[in-house]
Nanobody
């Protein structure tokens, strides 16, 4: 059973920083794409930052220059360094990954359980 486990959320004042981590575990052959989405109450889930299957990175315009996505392939882990946080960054942040399994080479999309980030003004 593949799992994505997030950590690092919390409460921070505006202008502060947080670092989120997402570790994938289970019968993984390869991770094709991996990244972060967020969803605020009453809003749609949106992309924050992600590594594409080609290895490039995508960022939402709202976070460019403030957030940085990085990864440790050996640990199947992706990180999101969030600096200069704003109250509008308050959301539940979800990890997402396209993973090819060891069994039969099947590929599925997985979500983590989410971690709350709250930025106070």
């Amino acid at each position: 059973q593949v799992q994505l486990v997030e950590s690092g959320g919390g409460l921070v004042q505006a202008g502060g920083s947080l670092r989120l981590s997402c570790a994938a575990s289970g019968p993984i052959f390869s991770i094709n794409a991996m990244g972060w989405f967020r969803q605020a109450p009453g809003k749609q889930r949106e992309l924050v930052a992600a590594f594409t299957s080609g290895g490039s990175t995508n960022y939402a315009e709202a976070v460019k220059g403030r957030f940085t996505i990085s990864r440790d392939n050996a640990k199947n882990t992706v990180y999101l360094q969030m600096n200069t946080l704003k109250p509008e960054d308050t959301s539940v942040y979800y990890c997402n990954a396209d993973i090819r399994l060891l069994v039969a080479g099947l590929k599925y999309n997985y979500w983590g359980q989410g971690t709350q980030v709250t930025v106070s003004s």
